[in-house]
């Protein structure tokens, strides 16, 4: 049995893709759970900033350090509010100068259909293989998180931000000519990021699915806090159950499990 705070799997890109969760002392090869009988109890939460017994609000935080810590300010979810260039200050500007100004990709994936995305170059390729990508291109690489959030605005435009989560988990994703669609949005760049334009080739990923579910019906452990299931498959952040059930661990950050095999 395995006992601990959830944070989002951690991820090697092999073929298919090999996933682990990490406790405080110890470790799982997610992969090692398909086709097996596993139980998931929920035993409590933890936050993952101040660490107190505290109900989670949002990305594994309680609601007081959602509202507080810097790594949960605004400009996560939208770059183009980075202002760490500028040396202005959101929550702490140290944390914010390291996050905000280091390379940054903005990029096409295709989970569902395409998209534009952003990402620190370090999450590469990370980022792509959290959103269950089967297709990744980078499009620029740009020296600040500002620069990609204007550039992942101005796409936006032409282009979807969001991953339809259950067709992605359904596998009915197409395949298309990411080179093509790179060529074809150049045009629409910001003229700042002109010079940033890379010509990497892309990516294609694998996933340890052995079925697909047919009608998507998802696991809240804050409402349903016990569930036992035969894991066929993860992809993206998601555990994959024989009865169509899927569970998305990354939106279960900070609650405190046990999980066995039964």
């Keep these: 049995m395995f006992q601990g705070v959830l944070t989002k799997m951690q991820t090697e890109l092999h073929t298919p893709v090999d996933y682990y969760l990490l406790f405080h002392d110890s470790f799982l ?4 759970l398909l086709q097996k009988k596993v139980h998931i109890s929920l035993i409590g939460y ?10 989670i609000f949002r990305q594994g935080f309680c609601k007081s ?6 790594s949960a300010g605004e400009w996560i979810m ?29 990029y096409f994936a295709v989970s569902s259909g395409l998209k534009v995305g952003v990402t620190r170059k370090t999450q590469i390729p990370t980022r792509w293989i959290d959103q269950g990508a089967h297709q990744a291109l980078p499009i620029v690489e740009v020296p600040n998180r500002y620069l990609a959030g204007i550039t992942e605005v101005a796409l936006k435009n032409y282009f979807n ?14 395949q298309l000519d990411l080179v093509a669609e790179r060529e074809a949005c150049l045009s629409k760049l910001p003229p700042e990021v002109q010079p940033y334009v890379v ?46 059930i899927v569970w998305n661990v990354r939106a279960h950050e900070g609650h405190v499990v046990s999980i066995a095999v039964v």
């Design 65 to 70: 350090c959602f509202f507080e810590t810097p």
């Design 161 to 174: 931000d969001k991953t339809n989560w259950r067709t992605m988990l359904q596998n009915q994703g197409e």
């Design 29 to 32: 090869h997610v992969n090692s």
């Design 199 to 244: 010509a990497d080739k892309g990516i294609e990923v694998s996933y340890p699915v052995q079925r697909f579910p047919e009608k998507v019906k998802s696991l809240t452990l804050s409402k349903s806090s016990q569930y036992t299931g035969v894991l066929k498959g993860i992809k993206g952040q998601y555990w994959i159950f024989e009865d169509d």
């Design 46 to 55: 933890e936050c993952l900033s101040c660490h107190e017994s505290k109900e």
């Design 78 to 106: 939208k770059p183009e509010l980075s202002q760490a260039h500028l040396g202005i200050e959101d929550r702490d500007l140290e944390f914010e100068q390291k996050v905000q100004l280091q390379p940054h990709i903005v």
